[in-house]
């Protein structure tokens, strides 16, 4: 192990948590536009192909070459992922009310 290999184990999970928030972050935003527009197909197609090509070309670049750099990069995502469930979801739990209709299956 050389003298930068922890700086660069450090760096490639720093950037697979970027990756990770690019990746999750850029899916919120999506489902977000793609609700109210008349192109949901588009939207959801061009944003996996992009999110896919940043992700992969990512991983790739950060890894080069070393398995240890890439299961940390790896790492990094799922903690991206986490770290963008954690700031989108909703403030109050339960903000819809509840009738008796809705109360029960038909």
Same mark, same amino acid.
Do not use: D, K
């Given at each position: ?43 959801? @197609? %061009?944003?996996?192909?992009? /999110?896919?090509? *940043?992700? &992969?070309? =990512? !991983?790739?670049?950060? @890894? %080069?070459?070393?398995?240890? /750099?890439?299961? *940390?990069? &790896?790492? =990094? !995502? ?29």
């Amino acid at each position: 192990m050389g003298v930068n290999e922890p700086l660069n184990l450090a760096l490639a999970l720093a950037m697979g948590i970027l990756l990770g928030t690019m990746f999750y972050g850029g899916l919120w935003w999506t489902v977000r536009r793609a609700v109210s527009s008349r192109r949901v197909a588009l939207w959801f @197609a %061009g944003s996996l192909l992009l /999110r896919m090509g *940043l992700a &992969l070309a =990512g !991983l790739y670049f950060v @890894a %080069g070459g070393h398995w240890q /750099r890439l299961l *940390l990069c &790896l790492l =990094g !995502l799922v903690l991206g992922r986490l770290a963008v469930t954690w700031l989108t979801r909703p403030l109050e739990p339960n903000t819809v009310a509840q009738t008796p209709e809705s109360s029960h299956a038909p």
